[in-house]
């Protein structure tokens, strides 16, 4: 056993984290359903779950961190109707997008990232178990869990059987033979997606998905289940449902929640209009430092996104980086500091490692001698390393390298298009080879030019 504790959401209480195997720890985090470019909000449970895995992967020799990407849902029908685009055309370049601003934002890509609708048969199985157990049932078209059929349901959200039918925000059909029932598979009109099942033609529900893809790659049991604090109901307490009536084994062991990302106080969502996109803020800021403002709060806490704080977590890290440009050859030691260390094993207690992050840069900044500083450089790089901070060249940073912004790569984009177009070859040639100097990397496809970090 390590010395981690978690916060779990099932026990409402921090425990001592001990592996289901500690051969191979394996975690399932709910992605994004692909119908717009994420806001910094989406952003917070990848940013907290990729510090989740780093600090794993160093306590554990194998872990597999799996997270789904939604690509049928009823907000990707609606834009594809409004915009008159193919569906499979938004949820491609979606993702596609997604992957571009969460690597700017340091985060590393999971594992497996397995697509809904390449596991429909799996969905379509869960179900049918579900309905052969007794737990669902088909009622014109659809099929039904059957909540009363659980004696333990409810037991992650807590809560009473009244506020989870008003929490569910469905209208209660007359086919439901309990207001409380939720649907795993709905019947599909010729005009949306659909697939051929037992129960006609249709497509799924929101939340079998993930109970079929995390059996698939995790198995029926595993250790983690993360996701922000929305999805707590109806989400994963349906999760739950599913997948414990389907497979009599307990599901995930530890369930984890972000808190809300919030601006002036309200949650940011798309519902209400206050978003503010990854991709707008890159314009803005670098990506390490738009990933160095989201962990300056606890993940468990509110945090109000303000520019103000966006810019201290600039000059913190402008800070950090200028003791590093005092130890030019120092490389990342091998151990993380003590302290760092510590509060990240306490429920990820990021903000407390940023303060000692500070601590090991105000001694570097003391040293006078040069093997002294070299080592508190050392340590200060291995510890950004475990939270994905301080990895680029501090020279480079410092002199706004760092600061390569999207809107900067995109003019050079165009640029380089205008050019080609005008048969400039070498002034085209040019742009890609300065941005490839600069790490990034340009690819012509069909649909333009895309680009990436190399
Ligand atoms: P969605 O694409 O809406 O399904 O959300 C993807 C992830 O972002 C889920 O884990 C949500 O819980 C999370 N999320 C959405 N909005 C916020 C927010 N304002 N603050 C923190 N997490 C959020
Ligand atoms: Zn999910």
Redesign the pocket.
Known sequence: MSDLKLHNTLSKSKEGFVALDPAHVRIYV????VYDRA?I??A??VIVFDVLVRLLRRLYPRVTYVRNI?DVDDKINAKAKASGRPIAEITAETTKLFHEDMALLGALPPDIEPRATAHIAQMIAMIQSLIEQGHAYEAEGHVLFHVASMADYGKLSGRSRDEMIAGARVEVAPYKKDAADFVLWKPSTDDLPGWDSPWGRGRPGWHIECSAMSREYLGESFDIHG?????IFPHHENEIAQSECCNHAPFARFWLH?????VGGE???KSIGNILSVHQLLGEAPGEAIRFAVLSAHYRQPLDWTDEGLKAAKSALDRLYRALETAPKARAAANVPETVLAALMDDLNTPLAISHLHEVASALNKASDQSEKDRLAGELLAAGALMGLLQNDPKGWLQGAGNEGVSEIEALIEQRIAAKKAKDFALADRIRDDLKAKGILLEDGPGGTSWRKL
């Open positions: 709910c992605g994004p359903t806001h909000g989406n917070r449970p939604t996701g922000g604090q929305d999805l972000n808190g809300f990302l919030k949650k940011m969502s």
